[in-house]
């Protein structure tokens, strides 16, 4: 039985693995990292097969996944080299285009790209993926079936994959708590209850919407009562430009992705 295995036991590769073992997953999970504490402590806690030598990983592989950071993806698939039989390989790393992958690992690889969210961790996340054009649906079904296993997949065009990856980032979610929590904090709530009223006021709205068959602008509508304080603080927000800095700071990650993909 052919594994899953993964080149890199960072942060991505222990959410992914924490997921799949929460979903049961049947099929061996195989680690490479050139850390040996990394996989030792993957062993420990997720049961994975930890494998130092990169060809012996390799040659365990169904699904091949590269979860490594995008600075490092050129040295390791220089280390990995031609491979001489039929494999699918998956990319995690954000920015970097199926047309360097494709030239990588010589023709019997085939490749998709994936940005799995670390929440994946508890089944709950969301995985944008994009396929080569030459990867059969066989193949594309074996990607789409790992990534199920651990949230939502989406596949979207490579050409939209950047602008996805940088909006979807649970970073967001983070950062606009700490946000909204510490302006609550400036103006005299404690730590805790300001926590506690920025995190329902964000996930109490987003799961309101993905549960209701009402449009976002409706909810908006009735949310903010005219004359009313939401309305009077979402109007002092946009006209002090929310809307422009978070379209500046997607442009920024979008153009550190397109430094990945030149790397």
């Given at each position: 039985?052919?594994?899953?295995?993964?080149?890199?036991?960072?942060?991505?590769?222990s959410a992914l693995v924490?997921?799949?073992?929460?979903?049961?997953?049947?099929?061996?999970?195989?680690?490479?990292?050139?850390?040996?504490?990394?996989?030792?402590?993957?062993?420990?806690?997720?049961?994975?097969?930890?494998?130092?030598?990169?060809?012996?990983?390799?040659?365990?592989?169904?699904?091949?996944?590269?979860?490594?950071?995008?600075?490092?993806?050129?040295?390791?698939?220089?280390?990995?080299?031609?491979?001489?039989?039929?494999?699918?390989?998956?990319?995690?790393?954000?920015?970097?285009?199926?047309?360097?992958?494709?030239?990588?690992?010589?023709?019997?690889?085939?490749w998709a790209r994936a940005?799995?969210?670390?929440?994946c961790r508890y089944r709950?996340?969301?995985?944008?993926?994009?396929?080569?054009?030459?990867?059969?649906?066989?193949?594309?079904?074996?990607?789409?079936?790992?990534?199920?296993?651990?949230?939502?997949?989406?596949?979207?065009?490579?050409?939209?994959?950047?602008?996805?990856?940088?909006?979807?980032?649970?970073?967001?979610?983070?950062?606009?708590?700490?946000?909204?929590?510490?302006?609550?904090?400036?103006?005299?709530?404690?730590?805790?209850?300001?926590?506690?009223?920025?995190?329902?006021?964000?996930?109490?709205?987003?799961?309101?919407?993905?549960?209701?068959?009402?449009?976002?602008?409706?909810?908006?509508?009735?949310?903010?009562?005219?004359?009313?304080?939401?309305?009077?603080?979402?109007?002092?927000?946009?006209?002090?430009?929310?809307?422009?800095?978070?379209?500046?700071?997607?442009?920024?990650?979008?153009?550190?992705?397109?430094?990945?993909?030149?790397?």
């Open positions: 039985m052919k594994a899953t295995v993964f080149l890199g036991g960072g942060r991505i590769t924490a997921g799949l073992r929460l979903a049961r997953y049947k099929l061996p999970i195989v680690v490479h990292d050139r850390n040996p504490g990394k996989i030792r402590q993957l062993k420990r806690q997720y049961g994975v097969v930890a494998e130092s030598n990169l060809r012996r990983a390799i040659g365990q592989a169904g699904i091949l996944v590269i979860a490594v950071r995008p600075a490092s993806v050129r040295d390791l698939l220089a280390d990995v080299g031609c491979v001489n039989r039929p494999l699918v390989a998956v990319s995690l790393a954000a920015g970097v285009p199926l047309a360097r992958l494709r030239a990588a690992l010589g023709p019997h690889v085939r940005m799995p969210s670390p929440v709950c996340g969301l995985t944008a993926v994009t396929f080569d054009r030459n990867l059969p649906n066989t193949a594309r079904r074996a990607v789409r079936d790992l990534f199920g296993q651990v949230g939502t997949v989406l596949e979207i065009p490579e050409s939209k994959f950047d602008v996805f990856t940088v909006t979807y980032s649970s970073s967001h979610g983070y950062h606009a708590l700490a946000t909204l929590a510490g302006a609550a904090q400036t103006l005299g709530l404690d730590r805790k209850s300001a926590l506690a009223a920025a995190a329902h006021a964000l996930a109490d709205g987003i799961v309101s919407w993905r549960h209701e068959s009402i449009s976002l602008e409706r909810l908006l509508h009735e949310a903010a009562t005219p004359g009313g304080i939401a309305a009077t603080v979402m109007s002092a927000m946009d006209a002090r430009g929310y809307r422009r800095v978070v379209e500046q700071g997607l442009r920024a990650g979008l153009v550190r992705a397109r430094k990945n993909a030149k790397r």
